[in-house]
């Protein structure tokens, strides 16, 4: 069991440009979480995913963040047109499922709009 | 509503215990979650605890649950410099759904 991995690790972007981030889950876990965190806070929910169904969305998700999971495995992050206030750390996690509720979580993307 | 607070800061010496405070706002909530984070690293899942449990116990981990008064707290025994992180407590609400709702984190510093 390798954990979750996300990629990159860091991303650096100017101001209007679009990123996408990867997620690749712990093996057969067949839900898959978005957050993200600031400095000095706890992580924020952003989506969730089951198996390739986007079942909910934050109200943080504004119209220029997508989150896809085209074959219930990997999942990105898109965010369009940044913005400074984009700048954070981007946590992925995944859940087994099936009655379990565990949260793992990868060691985030951290983006910087400049 | 969904809430979660923590204290903001805890400094204990090497050996002693430490206790880290959390409380909640959603009775609704079925599981409490400690998650320690390190520098630049995203969160290790220390242990969690479902609502209908007053204690759990993990080797030098006591995780007490207070539902009444929508109190959780994580003991850490002979507290080691390798404990110096930001720890935070999370809850999963009670609605559907499936997102956790975490505190701003607690930063223990642990003095040898």
């Known amino acids: 069991d390798t954990g979750v991995s996300q990629d990159p690790r860091h991303k650096i972007t100017k101001r209007g440009q679009n990123v996408t981030f990867r997620c690749d889950p712990i093996s057969e876990h067949n839900r898959l979480y978005w957050y993200r965190q600031t400095l000095g806070q706890g992580p924020e929910f952003l989506t969730y995913?089951?198996?390739?169904?986007?079942?909910?969305k934050s109200r943080l998700l504004s119209d220029r963040f997508s989150a896809e999971r085209p074959k219930g495995s990997f999942s990105t992050l898109e965010i369009q047109r940044t913005e400074q206030g984009d700048s954070a750390m981007y946590l992925c996690?995944?859940?087994?499922?099936?009655?379990?509720?565990?949260?793992?979580f990868g060691p985030g993307t951290r983006l910087t709009v400049t | 509503g969904e809430d979660v607070e923590q204290s903001l800061f805890l400094s204990v010496r090497e050996g002693d215990s430490s206790v880290i405070n959390c409380t909640y706002t959603d009775s609704s909530s079925t599981y409490l979650y400690w998650y320690k984070q390190e520098p630049g690293a995203g969160l290790q899942l220390l242990t969690y605890?479902?609502?209908?449990?007053d204690m759990k116990q993990d080797q030098r981990l006591t995780v007490l649950l207070n539902k009444k008064d929508k109190h959780l707290s994580l003991r850490i025994a002979d507290t080691q410099t390798g404990d110096s992180a930001i720890y935070f407590c999370?809850?999963?609400?009670?609605?559907?759904?499936?997102?956790?709702?975490f505190g701003a984190g607690t930063i223990l510093r642990v003095k040898s």
């Open positions: 605890i479902f609502s209908n449990m």
């Open positions: 995913f089951q198996n390739e169904a986007q079942l909910e």
């Open positions: 996690a995944s859940s087994p499922g099936r009655g379990t509720y565990e949260q793992y």
């Open positions: 999370a809850e999963k609400p009670g609605e559907y759904g499936n997102k956790l709702v």
